[in-house]
């Protein structure tokens, strides 16, 4: 097969991070090829942040690049808009409608860009909106609006939803696991 | 299902995992005892996936220097050792590292350094290959997590088969990329017979000069060996284009060309494999060297006379993409992408200092008290960032202190009226005490403010000397500031709280003004640390909100104004600090529930 791409864009603190661990695990249980990269430091004290997940046969580079997208993820309206040059012309993308100004809005020198999710539509078919904050609070933390966006994702793929439960049971605090399977449930069922 | 895939079977044999996940479990499995080092980005998990290890002892010192020098020792009492850095982090080390090449090793000894390509989280971007040719020293460069794990195995072992420090070059897209790797039981080693050995070990001029000889010879015999390893090996695909590769460069290339090319893949990549590239040069029509960053291995290629084509189509800077690469040796773009609208303005998503992060009150109070400021290597570099913009400069760790004398001493008595320097916690253990001392010693009168947060923050909650804690989480002395300072002979020392704004005020003008060196501690603990319990979100009341954005000027990520031109608190972000409430002249920011 070919290698298939997918790329999670969000906010430094968004919990991208936990979504490509859970990603990575059930891609590694379906026995694939999988890299994943993304970057510590700096850049996740609140900036623009970018996980790469590939999978297939045989997976080289560990990078995705502009126009190779299969299906992305994103986690904030911007962030969705800002990374959409990634996407394949006839890829997917899940999109957050949270939004989240950056600083340059913030002390006024820029404006936050109206329109979002329309503009993203004009330039992409297949783009799903959906507002996981929301969910993320009926399913009782509204920090678990990673996890909704992941149960999204999951349902554009050809995996069992078994099998990402059994992933989320293996990376997610027992503590919290209750909450983040409803928050998978509620994000894998919304329309 | 193709017969690659076999559901379940790759957890059963093969575990995901990050390239220092696996350069840790690689140390793991070569039985290493010792492992030192500083954080550094991106080095940093190395040494922290070392500490889960029970057999490792693995230690967060105070500097790079330091750790070589533990990691150096612990060789020489016969335990495998290793210390991992990132690559401005091998300069602090290179000290004692330049002269190991020198003494050589009892038990192995690994050097890991993380280059950091694009700068994704660092001040620059040196090639830390120039170490290895520099220090003659060996080294390896591995482009996957499977390739850390064996390379690091190898490297211990061909450490002691040659008697030298084994250098293993990382990178952030190496370092920083999970992929799969096969895990192995430990190997446990017995400690190697440890011998007092003067003229090896002790290096005085007249010791040094026959090590000198000795390093020479061992140079040739690891050239000689780089040419015998298959870790240089030849990958026949298409014979007209030929691509000379190592590290994360390798993978790049694969992705691009495929079997369009033929490649000569190395993970020696010091000393360099003469006769291999000779035969490979003489077996392809066009033969490029593909390097991210300064042409090491073509020059070297070229000094053998060979025909190469390199930097003058590859960049000297950043980061490479297979797309790039296929565009400028195969002529062929990338795939259709999706087109944003050209009259969208996307603004730029700058890190920021954390909603609720302590150091936003003393860069606040900076600004509004004119200083200019000699900043240092931390979240709290993030301070020269627009709208506080409030750090004049930032070399490296530890430079700030040293700075703020320095521009005293040229500029006199009215610059250091002026003048801070401003330093993190364990920056200042790490470099910032000489610099200090400095000032007294020299009859300085300049003001070191040390932000302590009470950990490493940007490398992601390291412990430090201040904190407390070892790196396993066990209790241990813990260094006394006051004490320190008094003992370097400061006697102006005050600590203060940069939530209480005023108060912090205060006393920065007193101290900038007093014709003596003077210390003030800025303690708070950072907010992203878990045992920190917030107040939670605070709200605008928009009806007493009069649009004076004088909450704007603490630059936090939470706060901002809505469409309705008035302030507007993010609930998913705002910690409750407080900060924004102290500088409302209205009264308009209370708690949520209020």
Same mark, same amino acid.
């Given at each position: 097969?070919?290698?298939?791409?997918?790329?999670?864009?969000?906010?430094?603190?968004?919990?991208?991070? %936990?979504?490509?661990?859970?990603?990575?695990?059930?891609?590694?249980?379906?026995?694939?090829?999988?890299?994943?990269?993304?970057?510590?430091?700096?850049?996740?004290?609140?900036?623009?942040?970018?996980?790469?997940?590939?999978?297939?046969?045989?997976?080289?580079?560990?990078?995705?690049?502009? &126009? =190779?997208?299969?299906?992305?993820?994103?986690?904030?309206?911007?962030?969705?808009?800002?990374?959409?040059?990634?996407?394949? +012309?006839?890829? $997917?993308?899940?999109?957050?409608?949270?939004?989240?100004?950056?600083?340059?809005?913030?002390?006024?020198?820029?404006?936050?860009?109206?329109?979002?999710?329309?503009?993203?539509?004009?330039?992409?078919?297949?783009?799903? %909106?959906?507002?996981?904050?929301?969910?993320?609070?009926?399913? &009782?933390?509204?920090?678990?609006?990673?996890?909704?966006? %992941?149960?999204? !994702?999951?349902?554009?793929?050809?995996?069992?939803?078994?099998?990402?439960?059994?992933?989320?049971?293996?990376?997610?605090?027992?503590?919290?696991?209750?909450?983040?399977?409803?928050?998978?449930?509620?994000?894998?069922?919304?329309? | 299902?193709?017969?690659?895939?076999?559901?379940?079977?790759?957890?059963?044999?093969? =575990?995901?995992?990050?390239?220092?996940?696996?350069?840790? $479990?690689?140390?793991?499995?070569?039985?290493?005892?010792?492992?030192?080092?500083?954080?550094?980005?991106?080095?940093?998990?190395?040494?922290?996936?070392?500490?889960?290890?029970?057999?490792?002892?693995?230690?967060?010192?105070?500097?790079?220097?330091?750790?070589?020098?533990?990691?150096?020792?612990?060789?020489?009492?016969?335990?495998?050792?290793?210390?991992?850095?990132?690559?401005?982090?091998?300069?602090?080390? +290179?000290?004692?590292?330049?002269?190991?090449?020198?003494?050589?090793?009892?038990?192995?000894?690994?050097?890991?350094? +993380?280059?950091?390509?694009?700068?994704?989280?660092?001040?620059?971007?040196?090639?830390?290959?120039?170490?290895?040719?520099?220090?003659?020293?060996?080294?390896?460069?591995?482009?996957?997590?499977?390739?850390?794990?064996?390379?690091?195995?190898?490297?211990?072992? #061909?450490?002691?088969?040659?008697?030298?420090?084994?250098?293993?070059?990382?990178?952030? $897209?190496?370092?920083?990329?999970?992929?799969?790797?096969?895990?192995?039981?430990?190997?446990?080693?017995?400690?190697?017979?440890?011998?007092?050995?003067?003229?090896?070990?002790?290096?005085?001029?007249?010791?040094?000069?026959?090590?000198?000889?000795?390093?020479?010879?061992?140079?040739?015999?690891?050239?000689?060996?780089?040419?015998?390893?298959?870790?240089?090996?030849?990958?026949?695909?298409?014979?007209?284009?030929?691509?000379?590769?190592?590290?994360?460069?390798?993978?790049?290339?694969?992705?691009?060309?495929?079997?369009?090319?033929?490649?000569?893949?190395?993970?020696?990549?010091?000393? !360099?494999?003469?006769?291999?590239?000779?035969?490979?040069?003489?077996?392809?029509?066009?033969?490029?060297?593909?390097?991210?960053?300064?042409?090491?291995?073509?020059?070297?290629?070229? +000094?053998?006379?060979?025909?190469?084509? &390199?930097?003058?189509?590859?960049?000297?800077?950043?980061?490479?993409?297979?797309?790039?690469?296929?565009?400028?040796?195969? @002529?062929?773009?990338?795939?259709?992408?999706?087109?944003?609208?050209?009259?969208?303005?996307?603004?730029?998503?700058?890190?920021?200092?954390?909603?609720?992060?302590?150091?936003?009150?003393?860069?606040?109070?900076?600004?509004? %008290?004119?200083?200019?400021?000699?900043?240092?290597?931390?979240?709290?570099?993030?301070?020269?960032?627009?709208?506080?913009?409030?750090?004049?400069?930032?070399?490296?760790?530890?430079?700030?202190?040293?700075?703020? #004398?320095?521009?005293?001493?040229?500029?006199?008595?009215?610059?250091?009226?002026?003048?801070?320097?401003?330093?993190?916690?364990?920056? #200042?253990?790490?470099?910032?005490?000489?610099?200090?001392?400095?000032?007294?010693?020299?009859?300085?009168?300049?003001?070191?403010?040390?932000?302590?947060?009470?950990?490493?923050?940007?490398?992601?909650?390291?412990?430090?000397?201040?904190? @407390?804690?070892?790196?396993?989480?066990?209790?241990?002395?813990?260094?006394?500031?006051?004490?320190?300072?008094?003992?370097?002979?400061?006697? $102006?020392?005050?600590?203060?709280?940069?939530?209480?704004?005023?108060?912090?005020?205060?006393?920065?003008?007193?101290?900038?003004?007093?014709?003596?060196?003077?210390?003030?501690?800025?303690?708070?603990?950072?907010?992203?640390?878990?045992?920190?319990?917030?107040?939670?979100?605070?709200?605008?009341?928009?009806?007493?909100?009069?649009?004076?954005?004088?909450?704007?000027?603490?630059?936090?990520?939470?706060?901002?104004?809505?469409?309705?031109?008035?302030?507007?608190?993010?609930?998913?972000?705002?910690?409750?600090?407080?900060?924004?409430?102290?500088?409302?002249?209205?009264?308009?920011?209370?708690?949520?529930?209020?």
């Amino acid at each position: 097969m070919e290698t298939k791409n997918i790329m999670i864009v969000g906010v430094g603190g968004q919990g991208t991070l %936990l979504a490509s661990r859970v990603l990575g695990r059930v891609l590694l249980t379906e026995g694939y090829d999988v890299k994943i990269s993304e970057v510590h430091g700096m850049s996740q004290r609140g900036g623009s942040v970018v996980t790469y997940v590939r999978y297939g046969e045989k997976v080289y580079s560990p990078i995705i690049d502009p &126009g =190779q997208v299969d299906l992305l993820l994103a986690f904030e309206q911007l962030e969705a808009y800002r990374w959409l040059p990634y996407l394949k +012309a006839d890829g $997917r993308m899940v999109v957050n409608t949270q939004k989240l100004s950056p600083m340059p809005v913030i002390t006024g020198s820029q404006k936050y860009p109206a329109g979002l999710p329309e503009k993203l539509q004009e330039a992409c078919e297949g783009v799903i %909106l959906m507002d996981a904050l929301s969910l993320a609070k009926e399913a &009782g933390n509204t920090k678990t609006a990673n996890v909704v966006l %992941l149960g999204r !994702l999951a349902r554009e793929m050809e995996i069992s939803k078994e099998a990402w439960v059994t992933a989320l049971r293996e990376i997610v605090a027992p503590k919290f696991i209750q909450v983040n399977k409803k928050a998978f449930a509620l994000g894998y069922q919304e329309n | 299902m193709p017969r690659w895939r076999q559901r379940g079977g790759n957890t059963l044999k093969k =575990q995901l995992m990050l390239g220092n996940e696996a350069v840790a $479990r690689g140390a793991y499995e070569a039985g290493c005892k010792v492992v030192s080092s500083y954080p550094g980005t991106p080095s940093t998990e190395i040494t922290e996936f070392s500490a889960k290890y029970s057999e490792i002892k693995a230690e967060w010192a105070p500097n790079e220097k330091v750790a070589m020098e533990v990691a150096l020792g612990a060789e020489l009492a016969g335990g495998r050792a290793m210390t991992a850095m990132k690559h401005v982090g091998m300069n602090v080390a +290179a000290d004692p590292m330049f002269t190991a090449a020198y003494t050589g090793v009892n038990a192995g000894l690994v050097i890991c350094v +993380a280059d950091d390509q694009g700068m994704h989280s660092s001040q620059n971007e040196q090639d830390s290959r120039h170490y290895a040719r520099s220090a003659k020293l060996p080294m390896l460069e591995p482009s996957d997590s499977q390739e850390c794990k064996d390379f690091v195995k190898k490297a211990f072992a #061909f450490s002691e088969q040659f008697d030298t420090p084994f250098l293993l070059r990382l990178s952030t $897209r190496v370092s920083h990329s999970q992929s799969l790797v096969s895990v192995e039981e430990r190997e446990e080693r017995d400690l190697r017979p440890y011998k007092k050995e003067i003229p090896k070990n002790v290096m005085m001029p007249a010791m040094a000069k026959g090590r000198h000889v000795v390093v020479e010879k061992r140079m040739e015999a690891l050239a000689a060996f780089s040419d015998e390893t298959d870790l240089n090996a030849i990958e026949y695909g298409d014979k007209k284009i030929g691509v000379i590769a190592a590290g994360i460069a390798y993978q790049y290339a694969k992705e691009a060309l495929g079997d369009r090319a033929s490649y000569l893949k190395l993970g020696m990549i010091y000393p !360099l494999p003469e006769r291999k590239i000779r035969d490979f040069a003489e077996s392809v029509e066009i033969l490029y060297v593909i390097e991210e960053l300064d042409p090491v291995i073509e020059e070297q290629c070229r +000094a053998m006379g060979l025909r190469v084509q &390199g930097k003058e189509l590859f960049s000297l800077l950043g980061e490479y993409t297979s797309s790039a690469i296929r565009k400028v040796i195969l @002529g062929e773009d990338g795939p259709k992408a999706c087109v944003p609208d050209p009259s969208v303005e996307v603004p730029m998503r700058p890190p920021v200092m954390c909603a609720g992060c302590p150091h936003r009150g003393t860069f606040y109070t900076l600004k509004k %008290l004119g200083l200019t400021v000699t900043g240092d290597i931390g979240c709290y570099t993030l301070g020269a960032a627009a709208p506080l913009s409030a750090v004049d400069s930032v070399v490296c760790m530890g430079a700030g202190v040293g700075m703020a #004398f320095g521009m005293e001493k040229a500029g006199g008595d009215e610059f250091a009226r002026k003048t801070v320097a401003v330093i993190g916690d364990s920056t #200042f253990i790490h470099s910032g005490i000489t610099g200090l001392i400095d000032i007294v010693y020299n009859k300085g009168t300049s003001t070191v403010l040390i932000l302590d947060n009470s950990i490493t923050g940007m490398t992601g909650h390291q412990d430090n000397p201040l904190s @407390g804690k070892t790196i396993t989480g066990e209790p241990t002395k813990q260094v006394d500031l006051l004490k320190l300072c008094d003992a370097i002979g400061v006697e $102006r020392v005050r600590v203060v709280n940069p939530f209480h704004l005023e108060e912090l005020e205060r006393v920065l003008k007193e101290e900038v003004a007093a014709p003596e060196p003077s210390v003030v501690i800025v303690q708070s603990p950072c907010a992203l640390l878990k045992y920190v319990k917030h107040p939670g979100p605070l709200k605008v009341n928009p009806d007493q909100c009069k649009s004076c954005k004088r909450c704007m000027a603490i630059a936090c990520p939470a706060i901002s104004m809505g469409d309705d031109k008035k302030a507007v608190i993010d609930f998913t972000q705002c910690t409750g600090c407080g900060l924004c409430q102290k500088l409302c002249p209205f009264n308009a920011i209370g708690k949520e529930d209020a």
